[in-house]
């Protein structure tokens, strides 16, 4: 019912900003509660935000808390990753994905459709 398209990710020195974006397509894309995962290498895949339906809850990877922005417009079909002040760490494919399930989640379990993933990269 959902694809998701990621895009944004790029080399970026330690400091900087990124904005990734994840361009939805399918039906009613305002009920799909939306979130954003990263893989590093030889890790886990791991939350990093989520954002409701209708926006009114946020939640965030303490690791990312006050330097990333998770976002929505869903008259565009479009989910924001805002990414300030990156660090190394940061370094990973980064997923957009959606779920039907309401509240915030921050479970791969509990996604039902995910993008391809997008790399970002951050130098010292």
């Known amino acids: 019912q959902v694809q998701l398209v990621e895009s944004g990710g790029g080399l970026v020195q330690a400091g900087g900003s990124l904005r990734l974006s994840c361009a939805a397509s399918?039906?009613?894309?305002?009920?799909?509660?939306m979130g954003w995962f990263r893989q590093a290498p030889g890790k886990e895949r791991e939350f990093v935000a989520a954002i409701s339906w209708f926006g009114s809850y946020l939640s965030y990877a303490d690791s990312v808390k006050g330097r990333f922005t998770i976002s929505r417009d869903n008259a565009k079909n479009m989910v924001y990753l805002q990414m300030n002040s990156l660090k190394r760490e940061d370094t990973a494919i980064y997923y957009c994905a959606g779920t039907r399930l309401s509240g915030v989640q921050k479970s791969n379990r509990l996604y039902d459709y995910w993008g391809q993933g997008t790399q970002v990269t951050v130098s010292s």
């Open positions: 399918g039906r009613t894309f305002s009920s799909y509660g």
